[in-house]
């Protein structure tokens, strides 16, 4: 049997020690320990971490992920899979309702699309505008709002941590910093508000989803309103440097 330290196990599986030590920490990853106290670990470690990236990439919380874990351990794949179908269909309806929310604010702007396409009324528009009477005299439709938060896996908060390796870092960032190029930034309690046009949603939704998914210390709130829409980005008080490098400052 193969054993690894710490620093080997986390070259082989491309992430950094601060995540094995993370998962150790929330009861996903056991290690046992040398006569120095020296973190050891087996193949099975090498396994574990392969069924946590699988379910990772399913979009479970780290809870669920370490429940399946527990019956993994068994090596009944019936048992697995008879666990996993609830958390699967769970995560299919959240993403449905999303989907629902995204394609109503779609039908809405596409309603606005077509009245600007029209014909144009001469001079200045006024509250007798097509597109301006629709949105004054119709009910304010509720700004579509979803968040994407790290569940509590343990009592204390979890460290800051990031599966990523330092080439990813810094790709993602470069993602982020393209995207968010001309953001109107704001200041908000633990983090920062940015506002992006609407057209940007589908886009800050799918990388706001990859990032709280290796960087679960994240919190995002995207918010679809009339005008554009609003990102809610907040973490922990020992990350603000990392917030900052990634999404930048107030403006």
């Known amino acids: 049997m193969t054993t690894f330290h710490i620093s080997q196990l986390a070259e082989r599986a491309g992430v950094k020690p601060t995540t094995l030590r993370f998962y150790e920490q929330a009861g996903l ?14 193949d099975e470690a090498v396994e574990r971490l392969e069924f946590i990236a699988s379910g990772k990439h399913l979009g479970l919380p780290l809870d669920e992920i370490r429940d399946l ?8 794949c019936t048992d697995v899979r008879s666990r996993l179908r609830p958390m699967l269909l769970a995560r299919i309806a959240d993403a449905q309702q999303r989907a629902a ?5 779609t039908d809405r ?14 001079g200045r528009c006024d509250p007798s505008c097509g597109f301006l009477h629709q949105h004054q005299h119709s009910p304010a439709p509720a700004p579509v709002e979803f968040s ?3 569940p509590p896996v343990m009592s204390e908060p979890a460290p800051i941590a990031c599966t990523l390796t330092g080439g990813e870092q810094a ?13 109107e930034r704001e200041s908000i309690d633990g983090g920062l508000l940015l ?13 706001a989803a990859a990032e709280q998914h290796c960087c679960a210390f994240f919190e995002f709130t995207l918010r ?22 990634v999404f930048g400052t107030a403006d």
């Open 29 to 42: 990853l056991p290690a046992r320990r040398s006569e120095s106290g020296y973190r050891l670990y087996d």
């Open 69 to 76: 874990l527990t019956v993994w351990e068994d090596g009944l």
């Open 101 to 105: 929310e995204l394609e109503a604010f």
């Open 109 to 122: 702007l596409r309603d606005a699309l077509a009245e600007v396409d029209g014909p144009p009324r001469p």
């Open 148 to 150: 994407l938060r790290r």
């Open 171 to 183: 790709e993602r960032i470069a993602q982020w910093q393209q995207l968010l190029d001309g953001a």
């Open 195 to 207: 506002r992006l046009p609407a057209e940007l949603a589908g886009p800050v939704a799918d990388l």
């Open 224 to 245: 679809l309103l009339s005008g554009g829409m609003e990102l809610e980005v907040r973490a922990p008080a020992e990350a603000a440097p990392l917030l900052a490098d």
